[in-house]
């Protein structure tokens, strides 16, 4: 076939393959990184309802990369005394953190009305780490921290992963240097330390 027929059937196949790309017929709410930004707002707003305003605050800015180096991230800290807090050091380039960072989503979803969340992308690029961020979408926030001085605060300067656990009086608790092996050794954790 050639000529008109054949540039008939070509389009005719192309409408075809083009239509089905829609699924019900409906119009798509957003694709790639914009699909990821809108859920992981939506998990930080609805993590967000029914807690307490302190804590409501952070989930409003889940999956955010927040800039303000250690003074911004201090702030925090200080306006969350009163609630425990899980902080996760954690790269786009780590691939233990790639693979524990699922863990901590899960927990925070499930705890993030009486545990505050926040991660901290240390010796990273904003570039990559918004990548990351769009990939696996986190209800909660994490602060830019290029060159290592918030881990410094939390003394994780080594390890990567790192998970540091404060107490509701605002101090740190303890550190866990290295990957977590499983959720269920992080629910423990935060069992035994967010308190």
């Known amino acids: 076939m050639t000529g008109p027929r054949c540039s008939l059937a ?3 196949a192309l409408v075809v393959a083009v239509a089905g790309c829609g699924g019900s ?3 798509a709410q957003g694709s790639g990184p914009d699909r990821a930004v809108a859920a992981r707002g939506q998990e930080g707003r609805s993590l967000a309802r029914g807690a307490p305003p302190e804590l409501a605050a952070v989930y409003a800015r889940g999956g955010q990369l927040l800039q303000g180096g250690p003074k911004a991230f ?3 800290l200080a306006e969350l ?3 425990p807090v899980v902080v996760n050091k954690w790269a786009s380039w780590c691939g233990p953190c790639r693979a524990e960072l699922p863990y901590f989503r899960r927990q925070a979803l499930e705890r993030g009305r009486r545990v505050a969340f926040l ?3 240390t010796n990273d690029s904003d570039g990559p780490a918004t990548r990351f961020l769009n990939e696996l979408p986190l209800p909660f926030p994490s602060y ?4 290592g001085d918030i881990a410094q605060i939390f003394q994780a300067v080594i390890a990567f992963p790192s998970t540091a656990f404060y107490g509701r009086d605002g101090r740190l608790v303890t550190v866990k240097q290295g990957v977590y092996a499983s959720e269920r050794e992080l629910a423990a954790d935060i069992d035994r330390y967010a308190r």
Not at 144 to 147: F, K, L, Q, S, V
């Open 10 to 12: 070509l389009l005719a």
């Open 25 to 27: 017929g409906e119009r």
């Open 74 to 76: 201090r702030a925090q």
């Open 81 to 83: 005394r009163g609630y």
């Open 119 to 121: 991660g901290s992308n």
């Open 144 to 147: 830019a921290d290029p060159n």
